[in-house]
């Protein structure tokens, strides 16, 4: 089952604006983080919260988490068009095994 | 990521026939995971492995089996392809030479897209 779900599914913004996107998940979990894939390539790592954590900067990237509502949101400042891909959300919960679940993604399309 | 290489990149094979896709890692991870990529189900593991020779089931392993005889390598094997495994595979390493901190992030290869006909 899926533990992280994005939303929305797909957005579409101009150069300049901010973009946000949101993930709910089910269980408790250590820490979340966000995965940038661009096409037809791996995903890449991000910005990782810990469950402790309510709010974490780095660059143009904001991260919050809401362990009461099990939701977290990833804003990008001032996008570009280069940020363009898909963005996930994954949870890692204490398991032995630890993987990371991941949500289903957001697109996100910056227009030049 | 430049340390995990994914062989094939593309492969189209025929319903009923094996099928192996190798993941290298050169990170000297312990921990390697196989996950299948579909639109609308975002990444679901397969397996994974937490040492040579050690590995267990993921979420959606049938159907799928996996070997590691080295630390480096990590092989999932389809042993008859069926049209429902034609998918997006990806290998990812996690954490140093032990088990992985619970902020360590996955590093992925950039995936083998497999077509089942």
């Known amino acids: 089952s899926q533990q992280g779900e994005e939303d929305p599914q797909a957005l579409s913004i101009q150069e300049g604006e901010n973009a946000t996107m949101n993930c709910s998940y089910k269980t408790s979990i250590n820490n979340l983080q966000w995965y940038r894939q661009n096409s037809g390539r791996g995903l890449v790592h991000l910005i990782l919260i810990r469950s402790n954590e309510r709010e974490k900067h780095s660059g143009r990237l904001r991260v919050t988490l809401d362990t009461s509502k099990k939701s977290s949101s990833l804003l990008i400042t001032a996008s570009r068009a280069a940020d363009t891909a898909s963005y996930f959300c994954a949870t890692d919960t204490d398991t032995g095994r630890r993987a990371l679940t991941f949500g289903s993604g957001t697109r996100l399309q910056v227009q030049p | 990521d430049a340390g995990i290489t994914q062989s094939p990149r593309h492969k189209v094979t025929e319903t009923g026939t094996p099928v192996t896709l190798r993941c290298h890692q050169t990170?000297?991870?312990?921990?390697m995971y196989w996950y299948r990529q579909d639109p609308g189900h975002g990444l679901r593991l397969i397996h994974y492995s937490y040492g040579v020779k050690d590995t267990d089931k993921g979420e959606v392993s049938d159907g799928y089996s996996v070997s590691r005889s080295k630390t480096e390598d990590f092989l999932l094997t389809l042993e008859s392809a069926t049209s429902s495994q034609t998918s997006v595979y990806f290998c990812a390493t996690r954490g140093g030479q032990g088990a992985p901190a619970n902020d360590s992030p996955l590093h992925f290869g950039n995936g083998t897209r497999l077509t089942v006909t």
């Open positions: 990170e000297n991870h312990r921990y």
